[in-house]
């Protein structure tokens, strides 16, 4: 090989200054620690950026090992045999590890290792950059400890919510009325236990079932869907309770009446319906029973009323047919009597017959019947109550009429016994002819 010249080494040696100069400041414009070391990891060279991390002035770092800022001696072992070796990978690759500064101070750091190589391939060293991820490593802390407060802000809803359904289930269940709901379809999305013992279904039967296809008589369906078209629309108030007939699973109708109330979505708009049913058949079976004893009862009232005054007219008759027989044919004859009589014993029986006579006709006239023919029978039975001092109330309570009747009749009587537009107290009146 020639001998180079004065002028070629001179050349070169400008080269490598000029390089030299080029690598410094960008060494030096790095933010990141950078530190180069020979092949036993004696530090040969440090940038500004990792004096100001270590907090080691270049004089304390050159010529001594790398093994200073590491924490422990065994990381700095472990990265000797996977990274700063000979034989280690050129390919740079990041890793994370925890350093010590001068102040003792222990921080993790972000760092790249690798071989350098000649222009030959042989190794030189080793260069490390390092980057101090303190504020990323408590930003991921802080990260991770709100994850964790958040998992467990979200479990504890998850069991609330758990728990609130299943509350709410058992309120369902144990509610004495049937509660289904239906969507905007008219589809069952939720049924209580007492909707299924009602229908004689499961759940899983009812769940997603059309309501009007399944569970409406059809001859009641199209009014009925009726119905909860007008929920939908809207027009609550006037569909809000109705009541019709459902069948079960098993054909059986029954009579429900239902509470009806909408349901939204967030934001207002209708989306379906809840509805409340009771079983009413049996009360509606109760009720028409009931009526028709009642129209029996007055039936039966109505001709014991008949029959009340055929025996009052009949018995009025009677007493008078008997009394116009003594007036007409006994008193004459009585009078004559008492006038050609003079036999002593003879006057006695006559007088003795006279009195048996007047006690015959006592109860006639002591009748009020009997002194005004004219009162109906259910106007004496009113007169009766009078005397006896009852209120219009109470004669109201005891015939089961309405007060307004009882003073009806009290006009009445007032007219036939001739007393109508005086100031005659009308009980005092009837005692007064006792």
């Known amino acids: 090989m020639a ?78 045999i996977t990274r700063f070796n000979p034989e280690a990978e ?51 802390q802080a990260h991770h400890e709100y994850q964790d407060l958040l998992e467990k802000r979200i479990l504890k809803r998850s069991k609330e919510l758990l728990n609130a359904q299943a509350k709410f289930r058992k309120y369902l269940d144990v509610a004495a009325v049937m509660l289904v709901a239906l969507n905007n379809k008219g589809e069952i999305t939720l049924i209580n236990q007492e909707g299924c013992n009602l229908l004689k279904v499961t759940e899983d039967e009812a769940l997603d079932r059309n309501w009007f296809d399944h569970f409406i008589p059809q001859r009641m369906r199209d009014e009925v869907k009726g119905v909860f078209l007008q929920l939908m629309q809207g027009e609550e108030s006037s569909a809000r309770f109705y009541e019709n007939p459902i069948v079960n699973g098993r054909g059986e109708e029954r009579l429900i009446s239902f509470k009806n109330t909408v349901l939204t979505d967030d934001e207002g708009n209708i989306n379906g319906i809840l509805s409340s049913g009771e079983d009413i058949s049996e009360r509606r079976e109760n009720e028409a029973e009931l009526a028709r004893r009642r129209h029996r009862l007055e039936e039966v009232n109505t001709a014991l009323d ?39 014993r003879a006057k006695i029986f006559l007088n003795i017959l006279k009195a048996n006579l007047n006690k015959i006709t006592a109860s006639f006239s002591q009748d009020i019947n009997f002194k005004f023919p004219s009162l109906t029978p259910r106007e ?9 001092g009852l209120t219009n109330k109470d004669i109201a309570e005891l015939l089961h009429l309405s007060t307004r009747t009882i003073e009806t009749y009290r006009d009445n009587i007032r007219v036939k016994l001739g007393i109508k537009n005086k100031r005659i107290n009308l009980r005092s009146y009837l005692l007064s002819h006792q």
């Open 306 to 344: 008949v029959l009340l005054q055929q025996s009052g007219e009949a018995k009025q008759k009677i007493e008078k047919d008997i009394m116009a027989n003594i007036t007409n044919l006994i008193n004459p004859h009585i009078s004559k009597l008492e006038v050609i009589l003079e036999d002593n």
């Open 380 to 388: 004496i039975q009113v007169v009766d109550f009078i005397r006896h």
């Open 90 to 140: 050129s390919k740079l690759k990041s890793y994370e590890a925890e350093y010590r500064k001068k102040n003792g101070e222990i921080f993790p750091a972000e760092t790249i290792g690798t071989v350098v190589r000649d222009d030959n391939g042989l190794p030189m060293g080793f260069l490390g950059i390092a980057k101090d991820i303190t504020e990323r490593k408590q930003a991921e």
């Open 3 to 80: 001998e180079k010249t004065y002028e070629e080494l001179e050349k070169e040696l400008e080269r490598y200054k000029k390089n030299a100069i080029l690598f410094e400041y960008i060494l030096n414009a790095i933010p990141e620690a950078v530190v180069f070391s020979d092949l036993d990891r004696h530090i040969q060279m440090v940038n500004p950026a990792c004096q100001k991390l270590l907090g080691y002035t270049e004089q304390e770092l050159i010529g001594r090992k790398s093994e200073l800022f590491y924490k422990n001696s065994q990381d700095f072992i472990q990265h000797g």
